[in-house]
């Protein structure tokens, strides 16, 4: 699968992104999705995932509560609605995939999954 992230901006701090990424194949359904981000002289990190099924959603601690992974499969599109930006949210967000279900706690890790997107860019201002 290939994917492609978009939906970055410049936004004030309060404010709101959508970041959608597009997914060609005919299998995305079979897909667990998750988000990660990575800022300026920092690791990449977890941010949100979702599995296969939809039925389960996972997040890390920062962005818990304000930020909403979903899945579309019609669309073949995972999307990041994120709400209440904070200025330490500024980074360059990716989207990632991999086939099937996650093992247990696996979902924020890099290693799992094995496929990526470029990124896109979120900026924050104060």
């Known amino acids: 699968v290939q994917l492609q992230a978009s939906g970055g901006g410049l936004v004030q701090a309060g404010g709101s992104l959508r970041l959608s990424c597009a997914a060609s194949g005919r299998t995305f359904s079979s897909y667990s999705l998750g988000w990660f981000r990575q800022s300026q002289g920092k690791e990449r990190e977890f941010v949100a995932a979702?599995?296969?099924?939809?039925?389960?959603?996972y997040y890390s601690t920062p962005v818990k509560g304000r930020f909403t992974i979903s899945k579309d499969n019609s669309r073949k599109a995972v999307f990041l609605q994120m709400n209440n930006l904070k200025p330490e949210d500024t980074a360059v967000y990716y989207c990632?995939?991999?086939?099937?279900?996650?093992?247990?706690?696996?979902?924020?890790?890099?290693?799992?999954?094995?496929?990526w997107g470029q990124g896109t860019q979120v900026t924050v201002s104060s």
């Open positions: 979702i599995t296969w099924a939809r039925d389960k959603t």
């Open positions: 990632a995939a991999i086939l099937g279900d996650f093992y247990d706690g696996t979902w924020s890790q890099q290693g799992t999954y094995d496929y």
